[in-house]
């Protein structure tokens, strides 16, 4: 019985990353809702398809998106587009013009946005499990990953 159940969990195991990859393959399976959790701060992120075939992923939720005062929406402030310095910090469009590349089995071609540094670097996107999104943010080939996990599809 013990061989069955470890050969059950070797079988379980061994799929994981073939179905993770399964993800990879379809262009649309980036569409759905996300948890972030960056430095203690959590989001949710929500991931659209564009008329041009491209994803963008915008923040809709902030677990604390108030000042000090805990009446005023805590802003953008540090965005290098002045005019999109008022746009509330539940509103922020991370990333924008995200493609598919069917060949490297990931999403690429794209800037993403780091608010609290109002930094925009390259980002590339793949799934590392069903439910978990990576995110690698490059500049100069130094980077950043960052994990999404799926909330709802």
Same mark, same amino acid.
């Given at each position: ?32 809702e ?8 959590k989001?949710?992120? #929500?991931?659209?398809? %564009? ?17 000090? +005062?805990?009446?005023?929406? #805590?802003? +953008?402030?540090? %965005? ?12 922020i ?20 946005? /780091? ?7 390259? =980002?590339? =996107?793949?799934?590392?499990?069903? /439910? ?22």
């Amino acid at each position: 019985m013990k061989k069955f159940i470890i050969s059950i969990i070797c079988a379980v195991a061994c799929a994981m990353p073939s179905f993770a990859q399964g993800l990879n393959d379809k262009a649309d399976n980036i569409i759905g809702e996300y948890l972030t959790d960056r430095g203690g701060s959590k989001s949710k992120v #929500r991931i659209t398809k %564009n008329a041009d075939g491209s994803y963008d992923a915008k923040v809709f939720w902030v677990e604390n998106p108030y000042e000090a +005062d805990g009446k005023t929406k #805590r802003k +953008d402030v540090k %965005n290098p587009d002045k005019a999109l310095r008022n746009v509330p910090v539940d509103q922020i469009t991370l990333v924008r013009g995200l493609k598919h590349n069917a060949a490297e089995k990931n999403w690429g071609g794209a800037k993403i946005y /780091d608010p609290t540094k109002g930094l925009k670097v390259n =980002a590339t =996107a793949e799934f590392e499990t069903p /439910d978990k999104l990576k995110l690698r943010g490059t500049i100069l080939g130094v980077g950043v990953t960052l994990y999404w996990t799926r909330i709802k599809e």
